[in-house]
């Protein structure tokens, strides 16, 4: 039996190398009848300096404000690019799966709900989310599930 669930979250991970923040690399599938039919990772849009080039020799405990500010504006999560790219060339997500490297903040995950995205398979904690109150009231609109390694 083939192990798909393995195949789109080695894709990910692969995809997720493409990420040019200094703190998370991030990628995400999306399978539709179990094919991947986008994918995207985190990072800045077209033209505009990255995070690695922003924060070259980072510093977490020196620096981890500054990037956290710098991120929040101008970086874009994995998530919301292939949000971004469907629409811009009219793919529904509605019903599909997202295959991702790590959980979705809460923006990404209230957006992942909105576009119809059914399910959403992880790997890694993202372990900046801290509502989490409001985390488990959106969890109630979407299968969020750890991913099985066998």
Known sequence: MKNYSKMFMDIAELTAIQANCVKYKVG??????NRIILQGYNGTIPGFINCSEKFHDYDEIKMF????????AFEVH???NI???AAKKG??????????????CNNCLK??????????????LYIDNINFKEREELLQ??????????
């Open 78 to 80: 994995s998530e919301m």
């Open 28 to 33: 995400s599938v999306i399978v539709r009848d």
């Open 141 to 150: 609109y979407i299968i969020l599930e750890k991913y099985n390694e066998i």
């Open 111 to 124: 957006h992942l709900i909105q576009v119809g995205i059914s399910k959403i398979v992880y790997k890694n």
């Open 65 to 72: 404000n500054d990037h956290h500010i710098w991120s929040s």
């Open 91 to 104: 793919i529904s997500l509605e019903n599909t799966i997202m295959y991702c490297t790590h959980t979705p």
């Open 83 to 85: 949000i971004c790219y």
